[in-house]
């Protein structure tokens, strides 16, 4: 918009400039018309009324869009559930409140812009009633010349200051919206140290660390980890278990400082990892999180996250995260193009994708995030050995719902409502009444759970 804007705008003011030097009235007659007419378009978008309407016809529009966007993506949910009617109306609802905003501002706004341009537009039948009582007052050949010109330089200024006009109202609907971006940008950025230090060691300590995802004014504020130490070994595996909502992703996304702790430290072979840089901080941790992201690139790409790799360690890298030959398999092989979040790829085959890439990647540090979540049989025991190869000799947490897939690990820390409950070994928690030994009893009660064979013909279960 600026050099159309820009451009108008030198436009009208030589216009206007031009009419001064000819005849000072006729130019304050074309200037107070302008003036009048700006008048207008302040009652249309000034004011603080009238930015409420906006900006609640705003969130409509993103009402709408949210439930388009909804709707498409649980369209198989939908129809398998026969929720279309209902689905449908919600939809409906958003569109009818969308359209009542809308005409509401187009109500609030007609009058005035209506006003507006009729005063634009008949400029000239201001001037021309001015130019005559000039005529009546001071007659002679300079005054007939000042009049024409007038006549003849007055419409010229209508397009560029229609244009001006109409920049600045879609620039007054736009700073509704950019309104949300700068609250993001306004948020102060995670403070970086001025001499960074790097750790010459691997092993991550947690000191009495609390975090809460709310700010301390909400009331429904909940702290999601309270008061947590352990420390996890150089080359030792430590396990994070316990019920949904225990503070466990957290951990992991705390030590990545994807967010600072509120209380406490959590340090890397001793260093306050707010004294590390975070983007060194970031290549020293490798996260396997459990909803694998592809993005809409080749098979490549995603491995390598369009770094520069040689083929050799590409190809190593698959291979011990169990999915060269499956890779061999696509159409272009390593060039195969996949959709974002990886359609063309199951589940298993997407979550060796993501171990390939941390593979890759080599760091020190590694974060599973129920990296076993959604693998079927099959897939598990290739995951497994994927993960044997990524773990060798580095610092691991490992976050299960799973116990069988982190009985041997170093240690286990049991995590309820935020706080570490329990910790020791598979072996040490088995051998007393503990809630690890509980969960454990629970999900194997559950692996041998079946429906028996009598039951689909209508008789019971096991």
């Known amino acids: 918009m600026l050099p159309d804007i820009t451009g108008s705008a030198v436009v ?31 009652l249309v978008f000034g004011g603080k009324r009238v930015r409420q309407i906006m900006v609640d016809a705003a969130v409509s529009s ?15 949910e939908i129809k398998l559930f026969g929720q279309a009617g209902s689905v449908t109306r919600d939809l409906e609802d958003n569109l009818e409140n969308y359209r009542k905003w809308e005409l509401r501002v187009y109500k609030h706004n007609s009058p005035p812009y209506v006003a507006y341009k009729t005063i634009v537009i008949s400029m000239l039948t201001i001037i021309l009633p001015a130019g005559i009582l000039l005529l009546q007052y001071r007659p002679g050949a300079e005054t007939v010349l000042a009049v024409l010109m007038a006549l003849i330089l007055t419409p010229a200024i209508y397009d560029p200051l229609m244009l001006c006009v109409n920049y600045g109202t879609q620039m007054s609907m736009l700073s509704v919206c950019l309104d949300d971006i700068d609250n993001i940008l306004a948020q102060e950025p995670i403070p970086t140290p001025r001499k960074p230090q790097s750790p010459e060691r691997w092993d991550v300590q947690f000191q009495d660390v609390s975090f809460s995802y709310q700010d301390a004014s909400d009331p429904l504020r909940r702290m999601a980890l309270k008061h947590i130490t352990f420390t996890a070994s150089q080359g030792k595996v430590t396990a994070l278990v316990g019920p949904s909502g225990g503070g466990k992703s957290t951990i992991g996304q705390l030590l990545s400082r994807f967010w600072d702790v509120e209380q406490g430290c ?20 490798s996260i396997v999180f459990q909803d694998t992201f592809l993005f809409s690139d080749t098979v490549r790409g995603n491995i390598t996250m369009n770094r520069e790799y040689s083929e050799e360690q590409i190809i190593a890298a698959a291979k011990a995260a169990q999915c060269h030959q499956f890779i061999l398999e696509l159409p272009q092989g390593y060039d195969t193009r996949i959709d974002s979040g990886g359609q063309r790829l199951s589940g298993g085959e997407a979550q060796r994708l993501s171990i ?35 773990l060798k000799d580095r610092t691991v947490l490992m976050i299960a719902h799973r116990l069988q897939s982190i009985r041997d690990a170093d240690e286990i820390l049991v995590l309820r409502n935020g706080e570490i409950i329990e910790r020791g070994t598979h072996r040490s928690l088995m051998a007393e009444e503990t809630e690890y030994r509980t969960l454990w009893n629970l999900q194997h009660e559950a692996d041998r759970w079946n429906l028996a064979g009598s039951s689909l013909k209508g008789g019971g279960s096991k």
């Open 12 to 42: 009208v003011f030589l216009l206007l400039t031009a009419l001064f030097r000819m005849n000072i009235i006729l130019a304050l007659a074309v200037i107070l018309s302008v003036a009048a007419a700006f008048g207008f378009q302040v």
């Open 62 to 76: 993103q009402n709408v869009t949210s439930a388009f966007s909804e709707y498409m993506k649980g369209i198989a």
């Open 266 to 285: 959590i340090s890397i072979g001793g260093v306050n990892i707010r004294q590390i840089d975070p983007e060194w901080l970031m290549e020293q941790v």
């Open 356 to 390: 390939a890439r941390a593979i890759l990647k080599d760091s020190p540090i590694v974060v599973l995030d129920e990296a076993l979540a959604y693998s079927d049989a099959e897939n598990e025991n290739l995951i497994h050995q994927a993960i044997h190869n990524l």
